[in-house]
């Protein structure tokens, strides 16, 4: 058992210090949650233990994963071989992992957010404050929701969003990275997540444009399983850097149409460029994809998930769907190629080598071109 599961706080002492729960332990969360908690111990406002939800589930010892992580420290499943911290308290009960924290992080994928807010709607303190690493969105009736606004009208609390060039196994051996913290009004709820993430080698930047740094975040995820399409095809390094360029622009002009608020800027960020490039290069939505085609489609992306990620989840196959909904509702589907493709394929209605005929022999449409260096407040249609 963790030695903090014994801890008892010193009431006076510790009553004004946030406490922190991170609501996940996939591959990133228990990274967020060891990040976490080495900034814990050190800075003075937070409580130091950090909580940690966990999706329970046995593991074919037998043993349950939240025990596990608890007596070694690890989360053997998701992030072996790395300890998260003596402070980090591994909770199978989700009410109970969140009810006492003012600082609450969620990091799970995005298809379960609606579920795991359901959950806890009436369960949080009043005065919470929320962060989302979630990179996704869903698509209602009335249109695409972002999964920030999802925890805010659900929970009725302020969301913050963190997203950035972040191979969540690099950050674990502490290699250095860069990420953007994307805040609505407050700038000072954006300094207090800013303390929280921050270390050495892990260098966070306050964006005002929650909106921008999110889609950025959710939107390279459809990019990244166009670069796959391309390494699987063995097209080589200039067709990659020309489905990421055409994939930017299609991110760029998606998020600027969807919301007028986002910023130019915020695509130079982490969150932007940076990410599309690591994610294009190193991540799992690329990997799955390359290996797509390898199988020439006879394996669906479910299959592949299960095999090759070991309980991993994929983003990007159903962020195109989500796209491929907004493009397709709004008429949008001849504007974004590229996004469109990407389902298309996803889905068996396309060949792989549709993304090089369909895409890169056609330059993005003058419109969208137009689009991208539009100012903010002027790109609604
Ligand atoms: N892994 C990475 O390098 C990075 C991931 N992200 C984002 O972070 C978010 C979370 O991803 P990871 O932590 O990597 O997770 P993961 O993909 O490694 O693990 C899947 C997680 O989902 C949980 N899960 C499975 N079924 C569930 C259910 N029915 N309800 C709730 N949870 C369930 C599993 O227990 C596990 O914790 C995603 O949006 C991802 O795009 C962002 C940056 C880096
Ligand atoms: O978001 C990521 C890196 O910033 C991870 O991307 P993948 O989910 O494709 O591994």
């Known amino acids: 058992m963790a030695p903090f599961l014994d801890h008892v706080d010193d009431e006076e002492t510790t009553s004004n210090k946030s406490r922190v729960t991170v609501i996940g332990s996939g591959n990133w969360g228990s990274v967020a949650a060891k990040l976490i908690a080495s900034n814990t111990l050190k800075l003075p406002s937070f409580h130091e233990e950090v909580k940690m939800w966990v999706f329970e589930e046995t593991l074919p010892s037998g043993e349950k994963l939240s025990a596990v992580v608890n007596e070694t420290n690890e989360n053997v499943k998701y992030l072996p071989g790395i300890k998260l911290g003596k402070n980090v308290v591994a909770d199978p009960d989700l009410e ?29 303190r009043k005065d919470a404050q929320a962060i989302s690493l979630v990179k996704g969105m869903e698509v209602k009736k009335d249109g695409p929701c972002m999964v920030s606004a999802i925890i805010s009208e659900k929970l009725g609390i302020n969301c913050c969003v963190l997203m950035g060039a972040n191979i969540a196994n690099e950050i674990a051996e502490e290699k250095f990275s860069e990420a953007t913290v994307g805040y609505r009004e407050n700038k000072k709820t954006a300094e207090k997540w800013v303390q929280l993430f921050n270390t050495p080698f892990f260098s966070v930047s306050p964006v005002q444009d929650v909106e921008g740094v999110e889609l950025c975040g959710t939107l390279k995820n459809v990019v990244a399983i166009a670069a796959g399409f391309v390494d699987g095809l063995e097209m080589g390094n200039n067709t990659k850097a020309a489905i990421m360029r055409i994939g930017l622009i299609e991110m760029k002009a998606f998020s600027k149409l969807l919301f007028g608020s986002v910023k130019d800027n915020t695509f130079f960020e982490s969150c932007g460029v940076a990410d599309l490039i690591t994610t294009c290069l190193g991540g799992r939505n690329r990997k799955c994809a390359e290996a797509f085609v390898k199988n020439d489609g006879k394996k669906s992306f479910d299959e592949l998930e299960a095999e090759m990620l070991q309980g991993q989840k994929l983003q990007g196959v159903l962020t195109a769907k989500e796209v491929y909904e907004v493009l397709s ?19 068996g209605r396309l060949p792989p080598t549709a993304i090089v005929k369909n895409i890169v022999h056609t330059s993005p449409a003058p419109f969208i071109m137009e689009l991208c260096s539009t100012p903010p407040n002027e790109a609604i249609m």
């Not at 008429?331 to 190629?337: A, I, Q, S, T």
């Open 329 to 347: 509702d709004r008429g949008w589907l001849e504007l974004f190629p590229l996004f469109a493709t990407v389902h298309e394929i996803c889905v």
């Open 96 to 124: 109970h992992a969140v009810r006492d924290s003012d600082m609450l992080v969620f990091v799970t994928p995005h298809q379960f957010m609606e579920g795991i807010c359901k959950t806890i709607v009436g369960k949080i």
